[in-house]
């Protein structure tokens, strides 16, 4: 390319602001703004033509009708749009006129340039306004996922930025931790009453009245996990809502033990993110009283969330058994080493069927042991793969789950009472350096 020829092709083209010129040789002379080259080409130019040298009149561009003049009004603009927002990062998004944009390409068009040539009017704007952005309010750019996307729009009838809209976009925040449940007959999310569809009330002969299935509160329990923890992850961050998110979950009835079950608060619009998680984590435990505590609280990345629902885990269950007729030490532990490193077929439970897809499921049991308490009572602990149904791998539920501790000892088995002891991922942990912040 000749690049003083193509110069003056452009500037033939009408009144340009040397951003204007500069632009379509963005990907030349690493350094450099484009405003920089612009008035580079245009001295050369006048150089190489023995020319007056006549700087430019910003507001005259055909090409951005000035805008290129208002970076730093954009940017104070943006940066007053965010305060008493609390973030470490940014990234900044421009809508620009749609004129300016047909002016960007008719202007390397008409030049006889590939209509992408150097940088395009819409990249040039989001990195002049974003770098003072990040000046003005010392914070980095991440083009990944930023704490807040300030998006200018500019294509307003008042020239005058004031008047423009800056939509502010704040990303949600995240807590990781784990969580152990130290009460049966608590769920880990709010469970909504279906019959009064958490209204808390149905009609009867005088009215509503309050809902018989719940008593009137609109749900089933009266708390959750989620309940014990996600209120006070919300305050800390002033945000708008919370939600909460599981490696999975054990049953309203089953204890979960050891090193508690991952999860993630995702709080939107946070108006506070750095929290000190030390205190949060203390403020919990001592609300939720012995119910549910909390550990391991850390400030996370926004992949957390798809990370703990859905890493390969490996589940560890301890249950109670009452068996339906009298067992022996040796029959048992027969049974049990039948169980291990066996592959478990299981058609979908008859307790949840009414909400999972009525299929048959393959599962690993990894360890099984366990001891008699008496001849008709044992606890049995069973390392398993992430989604074995433990208490069907028990009882065998009619058949649907094959082989099943009732089926090889040839006894019904129930167990009356599960406790979970970990919950782990198969290949790596759930918590990382590159999830974490």
Not at 117 to 145: I, M, P, Y
Request: glycine fraction near 8%; proline fraction near 5%; charge should be negative.
């Amino acid at each position: 390319m000749d690049v003083l020829a193509t110069a003056r092709d452009l500037l033939a083209t009408g009144p340009l602001c040397d951003a204007c010129l500069g632009r379509p040789f963005a990907d030349r002379s690493f350094g450099l703004t484009n405003d920089e080259r612009g008035k580079s080409l245009r001295v050369a130019v006048a150089l190489a033509d023995d020319d007056p040298h006549e700087p430019p009149e910003r507001d005259a561009c055909w090409v951005c009708e000035g805008l290129t003049g208002q970076y730093d009004d954009y940017a104070e603009l943006a940066a007053e749009s965010v305060e008493g927002v609390d973030f470490a990062t940014y990234q900044v998004g421009t809508r620009a006129p749609p004129l300016v944009e047909e002016n960007d390409r008719l202007l390397r068009e008409d030049a006889g340039m590939e209509p992408d040539a150097g940088e395009l009017f819409k990249s040039e704007f989001n990195r002049e306004v974003g770098k003072r952005f990040g000046r003005l309010t010392e914070t980095e750019v991440d083009f990944d996922r930023p704490d807040v996307l300030a998006i200018l729009d500019l294509d307003a009838a008042d020239a005058d930025p004031s008047t423009h809209a800056v939509d502010v976009q704040v990303n949600p925040a995240f807590v990781y931790g784990r969580y152990k449940k130290l009460e049966r007959d608590i769920p880990q999310t709010e469970w909504p009453c279906r019959e009064c569809g958490a209204s808390g009330k149905q009609l009867g002969d005088d009215g509503e009245e309050p809902c018989d299935h719940c008593g009137g509160s609109g749900y089933l329990y009266d708390d959750s996990v989620e309940g014990y923890v996600a209120p006070h992850v919300l305050e800390a961050m002033d945000g708008s809502e919370a939600v909460f998110h599981g490696a999975g979950r054990e049953d309203v009835d089953a204890l979960m033990l050891g090193d508690g079950r991952p999860f993630v608060v995702e709080v939107k619009h946070p108006g506070v993110r750095d929290v000190d998680v030390d205190a949060l984590e203390e403020e919990i435990n001592d609300a939720a009283d012995g119910a549910v505590a909390v550990q391991d609280l850390a400030l996370a990345e926004h992949d957390m969330v798809e990370r703990v629902k859905e890493l390969d885990a490996s589940k560890t269950y301890r249950a109670e058994v009452e068996f339906g007729a009298p067992v022996t030490a040796d029959e048992l532990e027969g049974a049990l080493e039948d169980l291990e490193g066996a592959t478990i077929t299981q058609h979908t439970p008859q307790r949840v069927d009414h909400r999972r897809a009525s299929i048959d499921r393959t599962r690993q049991v990894y360890a099984a042991s366990g001891e008699l308490v008496d001849e008709t009572h044992a606890t049995v602990d069973v390392h398993g793969e992430g989604g074995l149904y433990i208490k069907e791998l028990v009882s065998s539920d009619d058949g649907r789950t094959e082989p099943s501790l009732a089926g090889l000892l040839g006894v019904d088995a129930v167990v009356t009472a599960l406790d979970v002891l970990s919950v782990e991922g198969e290949d790596e942990a759930f918590a990382t350096d590159d999830h974490l912040k």
